[in-house]
């Protein structure tokens, strides 16, 4: 098994990437508030904390290869979601709701890229 120095935060992505590739888990849990598990609160900002201020995912997924992610292949999925968010900033701001964001056309990109992702990352 590959093994990676942050495998508690390889985790947190993980989950991170689930949420955003779940459509129906946005609306359940981000906007309508209902818990799942041992998930209290989840919103699409903590996804956004993770990928833009916790870790360099968003300006330097590559970096982060051997610490988060296994590969450069990781890394291209990575930076591939980061830009289909990236996409929905740029034309719509960071202040819309989790209702309103993922009510947005651009926002089928961001599912597809997170499925490609998460895909990626658990067949590992």
């Known amino acids: 098994m590959i093994q990676v120095k942050y495998p508690e935060m390889r985790k947190e992505l993980e989950a991170h990437l689930q ?3 779940d459509p129906a888990y946005q609306r359940r849990v981000w906007v309508d508030g209902q818990a799942e598990g041992a998930v209290h609160h989840d919103e699409f900002d903590y ?3 993770f990928l833009y201020d916790d870790t360099q995912l968003a300006s330097d997924a590559l ?3 051997g610490w988060i ?3 450069a292949a990781e890394a291209e999925c990575i930076t591939a979601l980061v830009r289909s968010i990236d996409v929905v900033f ?3 701001g960071t202040k819309l709701s ?3 964001y993922i009510e947005l056309p651009e ?4 599912i597809q890229a997170a499925k490609t ?3 990626d990352l658990v067949r590992r």
């Open 19 to 21: 949420a955003l590739a």
């Open 90 to 92: 740029e034309r719509y």
């Open 47 to 49: 996804a956004v904390h």
């Open 63 to 65: 970096s982060t290869v």
């Open 117 to 119: 992702a998460v895909a």
């Open 107 to 110: 926002w089928h990109s961001v």
């Open 69 to 71: 992610l296994i590969d």
């Open 98 to 100: 989790d209702a309103e």
